[in-house]
């Protein structure tokens, strides 16, 4: 694909913050997200500096008008956007950095200044309607450490790993945005020497980081799609947060797979860095250990260089950053797996959102889970003098991720904290 | 819970096809639909023998009005009026039951007469939208069949399921209505002594008789519910074919679960039994043989006794009644299997979808899937002439579903035909 003017790195915003090296979201980045301020509507914007950018507003001004006659950014949510496709995507994308590039014409400057935010006067909401979503497990350490652990080290990758980009269907209703707190799940717990299972808070709650692809064009029921097809049809992409309880799960997921062990709640990163902004840090996947069938062979690059670290922090403790990694080491990109998601005619569409699976490299330290990093609790991490194994009530987890060459892609923060159980529903006629 | 007037079966309807005995829709049913007629608006309406009361348009005019100022029967789907909750739903079925009596004040009749479209004139249309489908595995008997013929007959059921209900998420995208057409799905395909998949249309496309039933109120998320509680959120049930490529299952499902298998089509009768009509059908479930966690024990009997049957038709030939099976023999109820759903926390609401799982019976013609009926292709059916191990394209299937007692509670049917295969996506360059 071309690069176009909304790469140049020379490139600066009359949004002063914008222009610092070390900010998330330089003139060149421009994700879209959605926000409130004091009157608690939801609006559409794009993050620019430590400012926000007022779509909804600049929609109903005219200044801005993608979907034509019809409004798109008054939703609260990004699904009608996404839905008006790749082209539309990067036409306003061009719009937008025109109208907050330094030499922006002067008459706009008053309307464009009225309808700027500070983000931090600004509470974020989710920024899609999450139609549903789909976890994959992408990572061949991850799923090669999973396997040794669950199942056999020997064997530890299943046999379809190497041909499938396995995956399997989320639950989307508990899909939330950074700062949503956590409540640890209850669930049926079963040691492998106890006779029957009890009931009990997990008590092997686990982050999983990952990186989520919100599908923003469709493909209808019955109709396959190819990996070039379905690389355009990804809008965007998000940190992602994969909450697990791992005892619940060891419990559960044999033979349908897991279910309430991820079901209690999934967190993204407010700000959807589009597909356009991450053009400059395409790159490969992986060489193939074994040759992919044709549908799902890759003409370009497809995979991102994302450099992407995990902190956690103990109630009212420093945060200590327990894992850095980076998302280009995935077997499968996400085009492989919005194609195979698709294979089978199942219809896929506008808020579809996609988990990448667990990033994991080869050491414990660029391990996205603590199952991994502390293998399954054996090992602990040293938080500054507390140990965890497992997450405890009250620790705080951030995922960060950012691109670098000529200017830093940002995807801001993921963050959520654990709050304890809820009482347990009582026996009839309790 | 208490009888009230609606479950009387001495009351009779001046829509005269509905006091016919064979009827599925008598007054003491009113399941809800959404259909179209001429223009193509979707309307809401409820089925009263041969015909439909149009509910959006009573409620234009004022004659049923659940949701007070807000209309909930203009969005052509019933999740606005299943948000309402179970006193609304009780209070107006007991209405719409009054509008429909034979003894009608005299001066309703000719709005009424009005708002009555023949069933042979309308198009039926999904009745909810879905917000998430959600599959379980209830039946013992297919828990078993299919444990033994995919992994060890001697430990067919895996250790957990006397003690969940075991489930996983499946595909929303692809819930449509009863006389939709399937297209054969395509999947990578690997036959135990083949060195590596292929790709191809699948050759063991397979049905599954399901019962579904649709959550109508929901619990926030954090916030577990009893069984009691979860019985309530129920708003109705629905036939479902979960539709099943048993070649793709086999090489895909390993070790998270069904994907692709079971993502190209599941398929819903178009009208909404509701759980009050089924009040007096209501049976408990068949004996523990392990205790449950007093979480899923219920104090109430929360299945119901509804007799099934499946018809097959090969292209331009006459249906055969391939199996007869009953509901009642579940192991676990719907009001169990929402229990286990909320139980990490996870939020359940309108339109959320739960499917029983295959329901089968002991003997091979009580079975809900061919996979059972022909254990996987060796003892084809015979359909007249035409044998059957698994559906071949233009084959239709039909269920139905009914309860007999003082009156009939039918659920209709749905319906299926399958069509061939779609091309496969091309490879870079094709």
Not at 34 to 47: L, P, Y
């Amino acid at each position: 694909m071309a690069q176009d003017d909304t790469h140049d790195p020379a490139r600066r915003s009359w949004v002063d913050s914008a222009n610092d090296p070390a900010c998330d979201f330089p003139i060149q980045n421009l994700p879209y997200g959605a926000f409130s301020t004091g009157d608690g509507a939801v609006r559409i914007g794009v993050a620019i500096g430590e400012a926000i950018l007022d779509l909804t507003a600049l929609e109903a001004v005219g200044l801005v008008r993608p979907g034509g006659e019809t409004a798109v950014f008054d939703q609260g949510v990004l699904n009608p956007f996404m839905a008006l496709g790749p082209e539309v995507w990067t036409e306003t994308r061009r719009q937008i950095a025109g109208l907050l590039e330094a030499g922006v014409e002067e008459r706009l400057r008053a309307p464009l200044e009225a309808a700027l935010v500070p983000q931090a006067a600004a509470q974020m909401h989710l920024p899609v309607f999450v139609r549903s979503y789909t976890d994959f497990y992408a990572s061949k350490e991850h799923a090669t450490n999973v396997g040794s652990m669950f199942r056999d080290p020997e064997n530890a990758l299943t046999p379809n790993w190497l041909h499938i980009p396995i995956g399997y269907n989320g639950r989307a209703s508990t899909v939330v945005v950074s700062g949503t707190a956590i409540r640890r799940p209850l669930g049926q717990l079963k040691g492998p020497e106890d006779d029957a299972p009890r009931l009990g808070a997990s008590a092997r709650l686990d982050i999983e980081l990952e990186l989520g692809a919100l599908v923003g064009t469709g493909n209808p029921m019955g109709q396959p799609v190819s990996t070039a097809e379905a690389y355009e049809m990804i809008f965007g992409y998000v940190l992602l947060n994969d909450w697990s309880a791992r005892d619940i799960q060891v419990w559960e997921y044999q033979p349908l797979g897991p279910f309430q062990a991820k079901a209690f709640g999934t967190s993204i990163s407010p700000w959807v860095v589009t597909r356009d902004a991450l053009e400059p840090y395409r790159c490969p996947t992986p060489p193939r250990e074994r040759e992919l069938l044709p549908y799902l062979q890759e003409a370009t690059p497809n995979n991102f260089d994302i450099r992407l670290e995990i902190d956690l922090a103990p109630a009212g403790g420093t945060p200590v950053t327990v894992s850095r990694t980076n998302y280009r080491g995935m077997y499968y990109s996400a085009a492989q797996q919005l194609t195979h998601h698709a294979l089978s005619g199942c219809a896929m569409g506008p808020g579809d959102l996609l988990g990448s699976g667990t990033i994991s490299g080869e050491s414990p330290e660029s391990c996205g889970s603590l199952l991994e990093m502390t293998w399954n609790g054996r090992d602990p991490l040293d938080l500054g003098g507390e140990k965890r194994g497992f997450l405890q009530d009250g620790d705080s987890v951030t995922l960060r991720g950012w691109c670098e060459g000529a200017y830093r892609i940002g995807f801001g923060s993921c963050e959520g904290t654990v709050l304890p159980a809820p009482e347990a529903p009582g026996a009839p006629g309790d």
